[in-house]
DNA sequence: ACATTAAGTGATT
DNA sequence: AATCACTTAATGT
């Protein structure tokens, strides 16, 4: 068994059948990322669908100012079905993506898409199912943004991250935390130095340790 | 030693 | 919560 199949493998057998696994590994094209790599760009067209095998994908917005926004992440097993839905209308990408640590992105290119929805079962589940997640991901964004505090944004974000990169450790800087989350940096600033007055994060710079309870 | 970048802080809106 | 206008601290060359 080749590398990428074991990979594809363990991260879908329980949902894809044999076939469309073999399929996936022919036609997919794996591409190893590095940490801040971009992957797609706002504007950018593109022609291939990113199944992430490992790490994980930040998702965000930008307004006309450059201002940006993150949305929230996509993590091993998934997919993104904002650049599906475009994709098919051959639209540009309404959104940015950025690889948040090292990842694996297996590429597969659209007319596969069309093609496996109408061959496997497993695969239209499989569509139908991320849309939900990814719904719900926008729901939780528009909430976050909607009803909570700039302190509570900061902590949930810090959070994420930590699960995201499975690491209490998060080696970022106050200007990106600011960034992610379309503030100031003097905002994070005052805020972080906040929660770690209440002894949930400690400060080093470049780095901040989340405690984890 | 100097320049650059990250982070801390009071005052103001 | 944002902005200004600094200061201080850490790091790179």
Same mark, same amino acid.
Request: hydrophobic residues 40%; contains cysteine.
């Given at each position: ?62 307004? *006309?100012?450059?201002? %940006?926004?993150?949305?929230?992440? @996509? &993590? ?5 079905? $904002? /650049? +599906?839905? =475009? ?12 690889? *948040?640590?090292?990842? %694996?992105?297996?590429?597969?290119? @659209? &007319? ?5 929805? $109408? /061959? +496997?079962? =497993? ?16 729901? %939780? ?73």
């Amino acid at each position: 068994m080749t590398m990428l199949k074991e990979k594809v493998t363990s991260n879908f057998s329980h949902i894809f059948e044999d076939d469309l696994i073999n399929e996936i590994v022919n036609v997919g094209i794996l591409k190893k990322v590095k940490e801040n790599d971009l992957l797609l760009d706002i504007g950018q067209k593109f022609d291939m669908i990113p199944l992430v095998l490992s790490g994980a994908i930040k998702i965000s917005r930008e307004d *006309e100012n450059g201002d %940006e926004l993150s949305l929230y992440f @996509l &993590e091993q097993g998934d997919t993104c079905n $904002i /650049t +599906f839905g =475009s994709g098919l209308n051959c639209e540009q990408s309404k959104v940015r993506g950025i690889a *948040e640590r090292d990842s %694996e992105i297996l590429f597969i290119p @659209l &007319e596969k898409l069309e093609e496996w929805l $109408i /061959t +496997f079962k =497993s695969w239209r589940s499989f569509v139908i199912n991320s849309y939900n997640i990814r719904l719900s991901e926008m729901l %939780e964004a528009i909430d976050t943004l909607a009803f909570m505090k700039m302190d509570q944004r900061l902590y949930k974000h810090l959070k994420d991250k930590v699960k995201v990169m499975n690491s209490v450790i998060l080696n970022t800087t106050h200007e990106q935390i600011a960034q992610d989350l379309n503030t100031s940096r003097v905002v994070i600033s005052r805020l972080l130095k906040q929660l770690e007055n209440e002894k949930k994060i400690k400060l080093f710079r470049n780095k901040i340790e989340v405690f984890y309870s």
